[in-house]
């Protein structure tokens, strides 16, 4: 996404938002891992912050607004999250102007602590991830947006699911695959117990661990969807992710030097992520049998998105199969074809 504009970029966009925020960067050097935004680790009165700045090309004010809000609102229940704080003017969000449209500046407290090594997860490691979801879901049940302006894409507003874009017409099976899916979503019900504002996007790589406690940061993606969907984020990247290292040999990561398949690891990583989670909050058993159809739903839309991004297209079979989640399209491809997920059941945790 920063390729799309940072030829509007400038150093004194920068030190604008900088000044607004009275912040002092550490370094001028963008963090790493930044694909939406321009990111900088920043100090002010002794304390460590994170600047981001962002292009309305890539969120329009209000959503990042509202992204803010809920932010703020998790940390008042208590959920471990590092608050975003207010520029010197008193406002949450700073609107820079730029050749075209504007940039959004936004500063959060930079959270302690660091990503785990996957040598060192634990049982206990999966329980607390499962309860700071529960924590999130149980408290956004009471959250309302300051204005209705502010409020959060709903999960069919994603362009994923016009199934009229070229990544669908050139495909006639993908799309009616899509069109049965998002059609059945819709006959789901949307109660305040089952959906909400959920993260989305709570994997290992968007969390630190800190004196026992899990603190997550990229709410990017946070929109309205079933609190079921927050669990699939979590399945298939630590899945991938174990038995990618399966397959080599390295059993240390993940499992503490067991080898195990991936129904093995599932439930020596699900057992205490659902345990942690009802500590906090309770679903109703059908959406434990409702959980592989959403595994599919998710890896149907990143499939999606893979299809309409040309710089992963271009690559080699065997450069797509080098990085997450060590596939190549033609093997997501069938996996979403043929409903992958389904191998997987979880019946006995409803």
Known sequence: MLQHFKHLYT????????????????SLEVLPDASHSYVYDCERNGSRYILKI????????????GELEFINFLADGGVTVPRAVYSHSGNLIEKI????????????????GALVDWRDWTPQMFERWGG???KMHAITKEYEPSDESARRRFWHEDADWNTDIE????????????????DWLLTLPTDRDSFGLIHSDL?????????????????DNTHYDWFISDFTTVIINVVNCQQHHYRRGEYDYWTAGVPMTEHEFL?????????GYRQHNRLAPVWMRHLPAFLNRHWLTFLTDSLRDPGFGNLTPEQQAASFPWRTLSQSWDEVIN????????????
Do not use: C, M
């Open 203 to 219: 994997h290992q790589w968007n969390f630190f661990y800190h004196d026992g406690s899990i603190l997550p940061f990229d709410f």
């Open 11 to 26: 150093d004194a966009i920068r030190t604008e938002a900088l000044r607004r925020f009275a912040l002092t960067p550490v």
């Open 267 to 275: 439930d020596y990583f699900f057992t205490p992520f659902i345990e």
């Open 54 to 65: 962002t292009h309305t090309l890539h969120r329009q004010s209000h959503h990042i607004l």
């Open 167 to 182: 990544v669908y017409r050139e495909r006639p099976a993908f799309r009616e695959k899509a069109r049965r899916t998002r």
């Open 97 to 112: 102007p730029a050749q075209d449209g504007e940039f959004i500046a936004v500063a959060y407290e930079k959270a302690e």
């Open 132 to 134: 700071i979801i529960g």
């Open 339 to 350: 409903d992958y997920w389904n191998r997987f059941t979880f019946d006995k945790y409803a």
